[in-house]
């Protein structure tokens, strides 16, 4: 790529994020939502009929409950133990990120356990499993209206599929879930047109955020992952690519103290070239 390429391209992030809310300059504009257009879904339907309810019993489940305890604690985590997950423990992390709370209105928005712009939740998520306590290997789809997730594949090569969807960083395939975040984009693109798209980044940091800490208090670890590939993740979750896309993912698992050298071992290049 050429320099006056990549000029350009700098620039088309810059203005993308420069982009907010009433700056187009187009006083007359307006959003589906303000033109009366049907709203779209607030959830995407199951799509397999294999669907598996999860506990939302959370007594009793082993967590740190001190608030500054896990904000303290919190940090990324790329090494994983291989010791199972329980469902108990899995259910707690879904419910922690995009547990549905309440029901605005009629049905004009989900009300969850993360905040959104708009109350659009325009997230899916999915999940990559291996090694979780009651639940076959494979890949599955989280349904928030009644706290459910389905199956959607078994495939046998689970961990090339990890390291590949997520640009070589193989580390991931010992976690024993991965978590990947779609946007159907036309669930916050009805509300706030032009305008969505900034704002959908910034809420998507909202539930990796509850998801950090929703591991440290159960003890469990994981890692924001930006280098997504997204297409890849589209074709192999069986979604369009268009209208729905995987923007990011955090895979998660059992840790251990004993590991905090190996963890430390993915920074030694920092005191390698004296940064
Ligand atoms: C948006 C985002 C994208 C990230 N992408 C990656 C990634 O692709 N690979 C990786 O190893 N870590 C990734 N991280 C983790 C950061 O490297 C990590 O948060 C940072 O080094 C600070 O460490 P800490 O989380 O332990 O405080 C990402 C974190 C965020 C928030």
């Not at 997950?85 to 309440?102: A, D, F």
């Not at 999915?126 to 989280?142: R, S």
């Amino acid at each position: 790529m050429d320099e006056k390429m990549i000029k350009e391209k700098i620039e088309t992030g810059r203005a993308w994020l420069r982009t907010g809310y009433g700056k187009e300059g187009d006083p007359d504009y307006q959003t589906d939502q303000q033109l009366k257009k049907k709203q779209p879904p607030l959830v995407k339907e199951a799509m397999s009929g294999n669907v598996i309810g999860l506990p939302m019993d959370f007594e009793g489940i082993e967590a740190e409950t001190d608030f500054l305890t896990i904000v303290n604690r919190r940090s990324s985590h790329r090494v994983y133990t291989g010791k199972p997950m329980s469902l108990k423990q899995l259910s707690y992390l879904l419910w922690c990120i995009q547990g549905v709370k309440e029901i605005r209105g009629k049905s004009y928005a989900t009300l969850r356990t993360v905040p959104c712009g708009g109350a659009r939740h325009p997230f899916e998520t999915y999940v990559a499993i291996q090694n979780v306590e009651g639940l076959k290997d494979g890949l599955y789809h989280y349904l928030p209206m009644g706290h459910k997730i389905e199956l959607l594949k078994e495939p046998a090569d689970l961990k090339d599929f990890i390291g590949t969807s997520l640009m070589g960083q193989v580390w991931a395939n010992k976690g024993n879930v991965v978590f990947y975040f779609s946007i159907v984009f036309y669930r916050s693109e009805w509300r706030y047109g032009i305008y969505a798209h900034r704002g959908l980044m910034t809420d998507a940091g909202h539930i990796t955020e509850n998801l950090y800490l929703a591991l440290t208090a159960l003890g469990l670890g994981g890692c924001a992952i930006g280098a997504v590939d997204g297409k890849y993740c589209d074709q192999v979750f069986g979604l369009d690519g268009e209208e729905e896309s995987i923007v990011y993912a955090m895979p998660a698992g059992t840790v251990c103290e004993e590991d905090k050298q190996k963890e430390q071992d993915f920074y030694a290049f920092v005191k390698e070239q004296g940064l």
